[in-house]
């Protein structure tokens, strides 16, 4: 795999997309995604990276007559032996990067050990055929670090960020019940700076006419997690929200009332953030990400360089199955 596939997959992977739609829903106004297995179909929407770094018509009249040298956009994370960081010249305003080389030179600095690197430039074209200048370096990252990233033109011009790596920290998952309790706290051990892109995937079996079926459905806990002494608490509410993804499911195919959805395991994703991660309104909203300066931390240029790490945890309840068939009365 390619330094930029890497990329492309790491950005993703990391969390940094507005949604994944899985099927139109008779609800739009809904958090919940995909209620049903056998109805997925997977639509990828654009990335909110690919929003922050859009040269939309009117909305990058802000960077116009600025003699700001660079815009710099990417993520540091502990979880990569590699690390990427986006570039575009202003060039007026933000436009695609022309093919050909940058008059651009990255370099990194630990600002506890005082190692220097420079980095590599990759060129790139991507599906719409536009260019984009990509510099990356094979490093990890330690916890509680940080560093000054910096680029700098030729003739002495540069923008520059400096990006500190959040400290270690535990998912603490409750334990296991026969079924899923109506509230269900998850702990985060520690002191993280963010806790961000927070989302419940529940996967369940349910009875329908046609026998029995199994499905999952993702549900967005963005900005419901609650910072406590030591930590963070993430209150889930399982049965609550089967009861909403039954109501979606039922639009399309009945399922066995005695039964609704019996819950065969939770998993619980977010991202332990800097923080530096902290948009208007504590929401990633595109609409307004997407106008330059929004959500900046870059000196002297435009552009957004966080750090952060992905938390996974899973939680089964003891008991998971259905028994019989689907002879409910059809």
Known sequence: MGVWERFRFWIADFGLRIGLIKHPIHNPQSAIRNPTRFLARYILVAGLLALLLSACEEDVVAVLGTDLPFSMYGVLTPQADTQWVRVFPIEGRLEPAPPGLLDARFTSTDLQTGERRVWNDSLIQEENKQYAHVFWSPFLTPFERAYRLEVERSDGAASRVEVAVPLLTELVMPERTEQAPALLPVFVRGEAPNVIRIEVTYRYRFKTPLGNDDGEATVSYEGKARRIEGGWVIDLTPLSDLRSIQRLIEQSISVDPEI??????????????????????????????????TLSNV???????????????TWVPLDTIIVGDSHFGY
């Open 260 to 293: 609704g959805l019996k819950l065969t395991r939770i998993t619980l994703r977010l991202i332990v953030a800097n923080a530096a991660w902290d948009p208007p309104g504590a929401t990633f909203d595109p609409d307004v990400l997407v106008h330059p300066g």
């Open 299 to 313: 000196e002297n240029g435009f552009g957004f360089v966080g750090a952060g790490y992905r938390l996974l945890g």
